[in-house]
Nanobody, 123 residues
Framework: QVQLVESGGGEVLAGGSLRLSCAASGLTFSNYAVGWFRQAPGKEREFAATISWSGRSTDYADSVKGRFTISRDNAKNTVYLQMNSLKPEDTGVYYC????????????????WGQGTQVTVSS
């Protein structure tokens, strides 16, 4: 069965950095695009970043562009989200999700989801 497991969350001061990991199993990982989404308390889940199956195509939400970088290592079945210059408004649960081939920004296009990892940025 397909599993996506996020790790790397935690608490950090504003301006700090975190690197999230999404480890996949049970699927041919190199055929799947991966997206990162986040959900702040009391708000709807929103798109943060996505990367295509090959890694050649990426896209970011305007709110994280220039601060977050998504990358993948298909040999390790893992996608990373490097988050720099973190702000309190980046606080939330971060989820990774997988879909076949092409990167996408809509959550409803993804077939598999992880359980999430908490990121808390304090001022």
């Amino acid at each position: 069965q397909v599993q996506l497991v996020e790790s790397g969350g935690g608490e950090v001061l504003a301006g700090g950095s975190l690197r999230l990991s999404c480890a996949a199993s049970g699927l041919t990982f190199s055929n799947y695009a991966v997206g990162w989404f986040r959900q702040a308390p009391g708000k709807e889940r929103e798109f943060a970043a996505t990367i295509s199956w090959s890694g050649r195509s990426t896209d970011y939400a305007d709110s994280v562009k220039g601060r977050f970088t998504i990358s993948r290592d298909n040999a390790k079945n893992t996608v990373y989200l490097q988050m720099n210059s973190l702000k309190p408004e980046d606080t939330g649960v971060y989820y990774c999700a997988a879909k076949i081939y092409s990167a996408a920004i809509r959550a409803d296009e993804y077939d598999y989801w992880g359980q999430g990892t908490q990121v808390t940025v304090s001022s």
